[in-house]
């Protein structure tokens, strides 16, 4: 079981920046997958950027690549999402997610999901 506590959200205006930090409690000794999903009002869920912790094997969503970057401290069981240039559309909730391993992809089917944190981008 892992336990999973966002935080780091809020509101901005576009162009400015945001980092989202991602709290792992429980078996956080085993490698995991481990993504940031979103959700706007009506939309599906989008995955955002994905890790396999304890590596540099990254993905990143093609509506943000350039923009977000996906990171990991991993002594201190902490996913980060560094969110720079920020737009409109980038307003939804975040969630963080994680899966055990071997595959690792955004379009896992992810075992653990946290409660979100919401970020608003204001033009």
């Known amino acids: 079981q892992v336990q999973l506590v966002e935080s780091g959200g809020g509101s901005v205006q576009a162009g400015g920046s945001l980092r989202l930090s991602c709290a792992a409690s429980?078996?956080?000794?085993?490698?995991?997958?481990m993504a940031w999903f979103r959700q706007a009002p009506g939309k599906e869920r989008e995955g955002v950027a994905r890790i396999l912790t304890g590596s540099s094997n990254t993905d990143v969503a093609d509506s943000v690549k350039g923009r977000f970057t996906i990171s990991q401290d991993n002594a201190k069981n902490t996913l980060y999402l560094q969110m720079n240039n920020l737009k409109p559309e980038d307003t939804a909730m975040y969630y963080c997610?994680?899966?055990?391993?071997?595959?690792?992809?955004?379009?896992?089917?992810?075992?653990?999901w946290g409660q979100g944190t919401q970020v608003t981008v204001s033009s």
């Open positions: 997610a994680a899966d055990p391993p071997p595959r690792c992809r955004l379009d896992n089917k992810y075992d653990y």
């Open positions: 429980g078996n956080t000794y085993n490698r995991y997958c």
